[in-house]
């Protein structure tokens, strides 16, 4: 296994071929991850809602890869992958399921509303679509400041429908801000289906009327997402203002781990999962002559290490303290208000 | 010294905060090109450049939202509600996503942003100019919530907010921008969130008011004082959120009798909390029932008779003060 798998890292001036192995890498890492929260949820050592991303690897994988330290970014409660991509420890993000004071929110909240400002990831509420707007004014900062970064803002078809969603795109529209907006159309908000949810088949087709680009990828491909990203991200970060990328995907479990999505057909499944972008990545690295076999063993073993030390770590973190439930409303006077965010070195754990 | 008007020192402290810190900017409907719709943001695009005052669409929700998305990398943003009838529609925003950002983030990530709510009636406002909406979030951790009652108030509070690294919502009266004017020293000065101020001293009864209720309050004070020889000591909360508990138990302490005033509407409002504070922690000391005098549980209509009928004023505060004296 190259060096670099399992490290930060950016095509150049690793071969291309390295970086690839090292998406592979992080693709396998966040499925390990999310099946194993999965089966914790149903060992009752994760309480509370479990939104499995299982599946839509690819999109966080493809979005995340091409962006730059600072790029603030927005994720979806689906999107555990994009912690994992911008550098969170996964031994933090499992200790923020397990209610443990390590965690993001120290306890406070459950799954992904915990946020990570020190690597610039922006904690979702379950009031979704509500981060656009907050991903907006990122950008709106970034462009203020002549920063050099951009603001990645997640949501599904389910979230397009909401009011703050238009009023974000729409503004970001007016004023040219550095955002992508990423659409993951998995097809159900929750159990309602994309048909009773709009009357159009893409969201992306909704960009036009704010003035810019939608674009379409098969979001199981992490090529299609790769491709596309790399080269949407870098007119936005050129200042020629916002995009969309919709992602066409499909949510493996429930809505929840709860949800034994009993209103889906077995058949559309079976179909989806016969298109996962992790066997159609491992199909094109063999075609480029890799020994895929040995790569995959290489990897699963590295990736169930990982794993397994974010759950040692978790589980042996504390429990907060009950007196613990009023700290963190609000910040103390004279407190640096941008204390995490100057560093360049966000450099965490992968 | 120098006389200004309660929107003048919103205008002022505006002014001032965007030239001591640069990354203090102003966000809103008609807050540039037109100077705000009562010119509170005026002459601010002329000094400051339209980066840093820019008009937005009608979309409340993303002038909180991205007011949120830029406190967050560090800037101090300022934005505005047109009136504060409209700060439903960023409730969410305001609510789940500023209050409870700094609780979600284990401690790790701050919202120092300013929500302006131009607020109150007694303007012909009707129904949707004329809100009181400030109890929808005394009752939200993680928000400040701040009611100026005098013009020094305004210009004072303002700062302290901007300077808080806090989401502040900063109601405003809309009756008092140009009814009041005061002499105000020229120059930086803050007032402290979380801390009411005495307006009257008085040892018979306690009258514990805010915001647009402040004047007629005090006018009430004054006349029972002269007719009846009653000395009411008048409380300014000035901020709502954190109440000033001890100050509002120190003066129910002090006179054993209590009248809560606000233009709010009674049921839920901000007196029902105030009332609970003392039954709970100085009911010993108490020489008669909390009473409350409000607006009326029910929308601020727009009619002369139906206002006037609707509002608290002069003659009801009068009337109340009497009655619980004589209790």
Known sequence: MPETIGARGEPDPSPRIEYELQLYYWMKLIRAFEDRVSRLH??????????????????????????????????????????????????????????????????KDSFLHGGD??????????????????????????????DPNIAVAFFGEGASSRGDVHEAMNFAGVHKLPVLFVCENNRYAYSTPLEKQMAIEDVADRAAAYGFKGHVCSGNDLLAVLEVTERVVDKVRAGEGPALIECKTYRYRGHSEHDAALYRDKEELLEWESRDPIPRFEFYLEKKGHDIKRIRDQIDQKTHQVVQEAVDYAEQSPLPEPKEALEDLYAPPGASVTSNLNSSSNNGAR | MEQQTYIKAINTALHEEMRRDENVFVMGEDVADLGGAFKATEGLREAFGEERVIDTPISEALIVGAGIGAAVLGMRPVVEMQFADFISCAFDQIVNMAATLRYRH??????????????????????????????????????????????????????????????????????????????????????????????????????????????????????????????????????????????????????????????????????????????????????????????????????????????????????????????
């Open chain 1, 42 to 107: 149903r060992q009752n050592k994760i309480l509370g809602g479990v939104y499995s991303g299982a599946g839509q690897e690819a999109i966080v994988t493809g979005i995340c890869a091409p962006l730059k330290d600072g790029d603030f970014v927005a994720p979806l409660h689906r999107d555990m992958g994009v912690f994992i991509m911008r550098g969170v420890a996964p031994g933090r993000l499992m200790a923020q399921l397990m209610g443990k004071e390590t965690g993001l929110s120290r306890g």
């Open chain 1, 117 to 146: 400002m020190e690597h610039f990831v922006f904690g979702s509420t379950s009031m979704l679509g509500s981060s656009l707007p907050v991903a907006v004014g990122a950008a709106l900062k970034f462009k203020m400041k002549r």
């Open chain 2, 106 to 327: 284990g401690g790790q990530a701050a919202c120092p942003l300013v929500v302006r709510a131009p607020s109150g009636a007694g303007v012909h406002g009707a129904l949707f100019h004329s809100q009181n909406p400030e109890a929808w979030f005394t009752r939200v951790p993680g928000l400040k919530v701040v009611a100026p009652a005098t013009v020094y108030d305004a210009k004072g509070l303002l700062k302290s907010a901007i300077r808080d690294g806090n989401p502040v919502v900063y109601f405003e009266h809309k009756r008092l921008y140009r009814s009041i004017k005061e002499d105000l020293p020229e120059g930086d000065f803050t007032v402290p969130i979380g801390v009411a101020e005495i307006r009257k001293e008085g040892s018979d009864l306690s009258l514990i008011t805010y915001g647009g209720t402040l004047g007629p309050s005090l006018d009430a004070a004054r006349i029972v004082e002269k007719e009846d020889g009653l000395g009411v000591e008048v409380l300014d909360l000035r901020t709502l959120l954190p109440l000033d508990r001890e100050a509002i138990l120190a003066t129910a302490r002090k006179t054993g009798k209590v009248l809560v005033v606000h233009e709010d509407r009674l049921t839920g409002g901000i007196g029902g909390e105030v009332a609970a504070l003392i039954s709970e922690h100085a009911f010993e000391d108490l020489d008669g029932p909390v009473r409350r005098v409000a607006a009326l549980d029910t929308h601020v209509a727009f009619s002369p008779p139906l206002e006037q009928t609707i509002l608290p004023d002069t003659n009801k505060i009068l009337e109340a003060i009497r009655s619980l004296a004589a209790y």
